[in-house]
T-cell receptor, first 113, second 113 residues
């Protein structure tokens, strides 16, 4: 099993550009999450999806949209990137029984110039 | 959710036990204590969790005080690969929420040769 995979690993954008971060999991998990981590800080939840077809806002949703494409995939879209969105983005998934035992992907390092 | 307090940094000699404290004086009776760690630049990794009894798994032991206001994560024989940021998180049982983990700034553990 690959666990949680994320693409791309690195990305540089100019202000105003758009992009989609991809996340996939092969553990048949129901819940999926997007976090961001700024330098020296803990992770903050952007959006989550408790099950296929549902999405909800986390702590810091402004400037982002998400799509739960199917049970395996959960994408994060930046419509008009801003320098404040420079961060490391982590995707995570969790099973139905215990959503607090989350499995994280390797992260996407995004720089917005 | 109850807040946690952790020391910002700790050192440990390789091969010795690493004891990482966490204060959660406002914890409620049905809230669990979770520990995650984040090795440099990687996604967080689940370590262990408990409610009131002490817990042990292949990675670590979790000691929760009788009044549940504090806990200690123990890595019995620390190695250089255990150098990481350790996060203590207090949460309701995952079955009753959607896994919105709140990551603080954690404790940076430096294991030294």
């Amino acid at each position: 099993n690959a666990g949680v995979t994320q693409t791309p690993k690195f990305q540089v954008l100019k202000t105003g550009q758009s992009m989609t971060l991809q996340c996939a999991q092969d553990m048949n998990h129901n819940s999926m999450y997007w976090y961001r981590q700024d330098p020296g800080m803990g992770l903050r939840l952007i959006y989550y999806s408790a099950s296929e077809g549902t999405t909800d806002k986390g702590e810091v949703p402004n400037g982002y949209n998400v799509s739960r494409l199917n049970k395996r995939e959960f994408s994060l879209r930046l419509e008009s990137a801003a320098p404040s969105q420079t961060s490391v983005y982590f995707c995570a998934s969790a099973g139905l029984r215990n959503t607090d035992t989350q499995y994280f992907g390797p992260g996407t390092r995004l720089t917005v110039l | 959710d109850a807040k946690t307090t952790q020391p910002p940094s700790m050192d440990c000699a390789e091969g010795r036990a690493a004891n990482l404290p966490c204060n959660h004086s406002t914890i409620s009776g049905n809230e669990y204590v979770y520990w995650y760690r984040q090795i440099h630049s990687q996604g967080p990794q689940y370590i262990i969790h408990g409610l009131k009894n002490n817990e042990t798994n292949e990675m670590a032991s979790l000691i929760i005080t009788e009044d549940r206001k504090s806990s200690t994560l123990i890595l019995p024989h620390a190695t250089l690969r255990d150098t990481a940021v350790y996060y203590c998180i207090v949460r309701l049982d995952g079955s009753s929420n959607t896994g919105k983990l709140i990551f603080g700034q954690g404790t940076t553990l430096q294991v030294k040769p």
